[in-house]
């Protein structure tokens, strides 16, 4: 499974994008999806987790509130929708996807089996 992801951009603190995670030549049914990103000098760390079939949804606390990950009725694509942004928000931002329903652990990024290649999303004040 090959995942895309795209959307980023330049922003200034206050606005917002729009990211788009999609597969490549399949539908995600079946996969769970989550959205990670990383800052320079930093680790990865978890945004938002979506179950396969949308139902389910959870958040990085410093994101609650600002951001929306959601999935479309056709499970082709994933977005995250950020609004709000802010510099520390500024990061390399990931797609997943998790061959099952959903992990218990889907704040870690073990339980993904495929990962995009990131896309950047620059926060400026």
């Known amino acids: 499974v090959q995942l895309q992801a795209s959307g980023g951009g330049l922003v200034q603190a206050g606005g917002s994008l729009r990211l788009s995670c999609a597969a490549s030549g399949r539908t995600l049914t079946n996969f769970a999806m989550g959205w990670f990103r990383q800052a320079p000098g930093k680790e990865r760390e978890f945004v938002a987790a979506i179950s396969w079939s949308g139902g389910t949804t959870y958040y990085a606390d410093s994101v609650k509130g600002r951001f929306t990950i959601v999935r479309d009725s056709a499970l082709i694509t994933v977005y995250l929708q950020m609004v709000s942004l802010k510099p520390e928000d500024t990061a390399v931002y990931y797609c997943?996807?998790?061959?099952?329903?959903?992990?218990?652990?889907?704040?870690?990024?073990?339980?993904?089996?495929?990962w995009g290649q990131g896309t950047q999303v620059t926060v400026s004040s």
């Open positions: 997943a996807a998790m061959r099952s329903r959903m992990s218990a652990s889907y704040y870690y990024a073990s339980p993904y089996h495929y």
